[in-house]
């Protein structure tokens, strides 16, 4: 034990009198590097909307959830892949005296871009708002879509 401490057994390097503070600054170093910056960040209820991208032979269908947001408050555009859901959801304040406990609804504008997987004939889209959900039916182009081949 007394050798342990004297000669720093099993370590056989010399040590400085700056060695724990090297040790001590590397660790500190390792902690601020596992805080993210968003660590400090107000508590939110993350990417908004949730979508799902589906597809199926003939059609992609995305399904977006938006509580709470009336369709005249969407704007959904479409380019050569993606597809872009922008808008703004309001949220109902309870009164101005009013202590907030937990809030993880967001209100505000929010907008989503979803890359396509593949080519899409943009004048055939469907777009339909029901009960919250948003479901966009994206016809593929006639190029991309699987043929049938028959063996003679």
């Known amino acids: ?3 342990r401490r004297i000669f720093g057994f099993p370590h056989t390097g010399f040590r400085t009198p700056f060695s724990q503070l090297a040790s ?7 902690l601020m590097d596992a805080l993210d ?3 400090f960040r107000a508590p939110s209820a993350g990417v908004f909307p949730l979508i799902n991208l589906t597809e199926d032979r003939e059609k992609y269908y995305v399904r ?3 509580p709470g947001v009336k369709s005249g408050d969407l ?3 479409i380019d050569a892949k993606n597809l872009s859901i922008s808008g703004k959801r309001e949220i109902e304040s309870e009164g101005a005296g009013v202590k ?3 809030k993880e609804r967001d209100e505000g504008q929010f907008s989503r871009i ?3 997987p593949g080519e899409i004939d943009s004048e055939k889209i469907e777009a339909k708002l029901d009960q919250g959900v948003l479901k966009v039916v994206i016809p593929k ?3 991309v879509k699987p043929k049938q081949i028959t063996v003679n």
């Open 37 to 39: 910056a968003n660590t």
């Open 100 to 102: 907030y406990h937990r």
């Open 24 to 30: 001590m600054r590397s660790q500190m170093d390792r």
């Open 114 to 116: 979803i890359g396509l």
């Open 75 to 77: 704007d959904i555009q």
């Open 141 to 143: 182009a006639e190029a």
């Open 64 to 66: 977006a959830e938006l």
């Open 1 to 3: 034990m007394f050798y």
